[in-house]
């Protein structure tokens, strides 16, 4: 790079349409997961609030282990809304109660051609859809401590921050007012050297109580939104460094975000947001979504893994930023196609790279799921914040977790 350059990164809030879709189709996963962890899922949700009544609309395909009953589809798509906070129809959706919400059930059995290639050995396991994934890491969140180990580009690495910052002062009673529709935009000025210099805007977008009659006009309403937003959640997480007297702040920047918003405003659909669920546009992506999807559908479980992978490249220092690619044919274990590549930033040549990822990392779908331990009820907490650069908790986020045998091979080669 020989001059400055600026880069967006977009992130959504539990309660965007598209994300409570989300949500509810990965507690589906992780219900069908709870009762069989060799379970079949591929679900889809619609949302969709009209005047009279809300909609939410279940699709997708199901296998379960002879015997095993399954979960109560419609119940946990109730309750998966309801714990979002969509539990008044006056806001957008209440999901507790029948009358003003409808859940329609279409989810049938998963295609027999589809299962038979999937349900070999690990060593053989085959991949459950042919396609293509990306895993990707670079090293800006390094600098800057509250996101130190997240080795993700920084501008989602804030946006992302900036929607939990939201929901969680919403939930919490910080911002008695706010409703879980939001979302958030961050533009980073990069220096000729790559890294982040400052913030040069923000955007943040969020639902909002009705309280012009508090207020007297929608002017004075908006500065106080305005101001709430400034500092509850914009200051808190965006590192004073970065803001300059230049950064420019956007925030309700139509006027007003009022009730009924979610999925009044907005229908949402699982799988929209793929973007926001990665790098936000910084790495590639292959095109599959993840969330509704068990592990072996390599659009979740490969991705998962490349990033995994990637995320030992850069950890290691063998380069500041690595891409890896995967390519899968249906039915098959081995990747058609796996490449690295750290555009130029590599220590060593990107062959020697990834030569030692193929030595200490297998992207066949068994491996990736014994390895990962993906055959868990993990996802719902994927569904909001994004699926990569997330602190491991437990058993979550596995992706995530670096070790510390493979760090040594990679360092030794340096």
């Not at 309801?82 to 959706?93: E, L, P, T």
């Not at 070999?120 to 895993?135: E, H, V």
């Not at 900036?162 to 008695?176: C, E, H, Q, W």
Request: proline letters at 5%; one cysteine or more; a negative charge.
């Amino acid at each position: 790079m020989t001059q400055s350059w600026l880069f967006t990164s977009e992130s959504v809030a539990a309660g965007h349409p598209d994300k409570l879709c989300d949500a509810i189709s990965d507690a589906i996963v992780d219900a069908c997961l709870a009762l069989d962890p060799k379970a079949k899922v591929a679900v889809e949700t619609l949302v969709k609030g009209r005047q009279d009544r809300s909609h939410i609309v279940l699709a997708g395909e199901v296998k379960l282990a002879e015997g095993i009953k399954a979960p109560d589809y419609v119940a946990i798509a109730r309750q998966t809304a309801a714990d979002i906070g969509y539990v008044d129809h006056a806001i957008g959706m209440d999901a507790t109660s029948e009358e003003r919400c409808e859940v329609t059930q279409l989810i049938t059995s998963q295609s027999a051609h589809i299962n038979r290639g999937v349900v070999q050995s690990i060593d053989d396991q085959g991949a459950g859809d042919q396609g293509l994934m990306f895993g990707y890491a670079c090293n800006e969140t390094e600098a800057y401590p509250e996101h130190k180990g997240r080795w993700m580009p920084l501008a989602i690495a804030l946006a992302q921050a900036l929607t939990r910052r939201v929901s969680n002062a919403g939930s919490d009673g910080t911002l008695p007012w706010a409703r879980p529709d939001a979302k958030s935009q961050v533009t980073l000025m990069h220096g000729s050297d790559g890294q982040p210099s400052h913030v040069d805007n923000v955007v943040i977008a969020v639902q909002h109580r009705d309280m012009i009659e508090e207020f007297g006009s929608e002017e004075a309403e908006q500065a106080w939104i305005r101001e709430q937003v400034l500092d509850h959640v914009i200051k808190p997480v965006l590192p004073d460094s970065l803001m300059t007297d230049d950064t420019t702040v956007f925030v309700n920047s139509t006027g007003r975000f009022v009730d009924p918003g979610g999925p009044y405003a907005d229908a949402g659909l699982t799988g929209r947001k793929i973007i926001v669920d990665t790098y936000g546009g910084r790495g590639r992506h292959g095109g599959g979504a993840f969330s509704g999807k068990d592990p072996t559908k390599v659009d979740r479980s490969a991705a998962y893994a490349a990033r995994w992978a990637a995320k030992h490249v850069v950890a290691s220092g063998l380069s500041a930023e690595c891409e890896i690619q995967l390519a899968y044919a249906i039915g098959k274990a081995d990747p058609v196609s796996i490449r690295v590549d750290t555009f130029g930033t590599g220590e060593i040549p990107d062959d020697d790279i990834a030569a030692l990822v193929d030595a200490n990392f297998s992207f066949k779908p068994g491996h990736i799921i014994r390895d990962l331990s993906l055959a868990a009820p993990i996802y719902g907490v994927t569904a909001a914040g994004g699926h990569f650069g997330r602190h491991p908790e437990g058993d979550t986020f596995p992706w995530e977790k670096l070790d510390s045998t493979v760090l040594k091979a990679f360092k030794a080669a340096l």
